[in-house]
């Protein structure tokens, strides 16, 4: 079945750091890729998302290119910040189109140090 | 634009008791989903309605039901509570078909004792 595979954590980086945070996937059809976030004690919020091959999806510094050929959706951030620090989850969309079930990667943990 | 409520935001339970959880989707949203967030096996999918139907449903055994009301909002309930049920259940509010993003309340915390 569809499957998300997320880098493990946590990921400790300074402020100004570049970003990497690595995401592939396994999907039959055509997926949606999203990166949600998620704060302490908050639901997710939806960072960016791509719904397409070659599709770059960014938001707040955040980029991600939706790579079929390799099947990655990696994350990146020029220069985080200590706000940056969060949990952030690669999802992907159910190929058919048919429902709005989403598939987790098991979530990546980012502290950011001032 | 109102998000997605969800209520309550914390509940203590003892175990064999049954709960239901509300959540209330963005206007005009027609899905909802529910997922629950545990520390051991991350977000997983329950179930999802769209219309007051059940499109789709995940691999959680029968005391975890759903059902959506003509206005779209939502309930779930887990009926014969057990430790393990202990997690955060996200409600997600999606304007239709699929391949389109979530969008998500701040859960309800549910600890069972």
């Known amino acids: 079945g569809d499957s998300v595979t997320q880098m493990e954590g946590p990921v400790t980086l300074s402020e100004e750091a570049f970003l990497t945070i690595n995401c592939t996937y396994t999907?039959?059809?055509?997926?949606?890729l999203f990166w949600y976030v998620q704060y302490p004690g908050e639901g997710l919020q939806l960072l960016l998302k791509?719904?397409?091959?070659?599709d770059k999806g960014s938001n707040k510094g955040f980029e991600a290119t939706y790579r079929k050929e390799t099947t990655s959706f990696h994350l990146e951030k020029g220069s985080v910040q200590v706000s940056d620090s969060a949990v952030y989850f690669c999802?992907?969309?159910?190929?058919?189109?048919?429902?709005?079930?989403?598939?987790f990667g098991q979530g990546t943990t980012l502290q950011v140090k001032p | 634009k109102a998000g997605v409520t969800q209520t309550p935001r914390y509940l203590i339970k003892t175990r064999g008791q049954q709960v239901t959880l509300s959540c209330s989707p963005i206007?005009?949203?027609?899905?909802v989903s529910w997922y629950q967030q545990t520390p051991g096996q991350g977000l997983q999918f329950l179930f999802e309605?769209?219309?007051?139907?059940?499109?789709n449903k995940g691999n959680f055994p029968g005391r975890f039901s759903g059902r959506q009301f003509s206005n779209s909002r939502s309930e779930m309930n887990v009926s014969t509570l057990e430790l393990g049920d202990s997690a955060l259940y996200l409600c997600a509010s999606q304007q239709g078909g699929g391949r389109t993003e979530a969008f998500f309340g701040q859960g309800t915390r549910l600890t069972v004792v």
């Open positions: 206007s005009g949203h027609r899905s």
């Open positions: 999907a039959t059809g055509y997926p949606s």
């Open positions: 309605y769209f219309s007051e139907t059940q499109r």
């Open positions: 999802a992907l969309s159910d190929g058919s189109g048919n429902t709005g079930k989403l598939i």
């Open positions: 791509a719904t397409k091959a070659d």
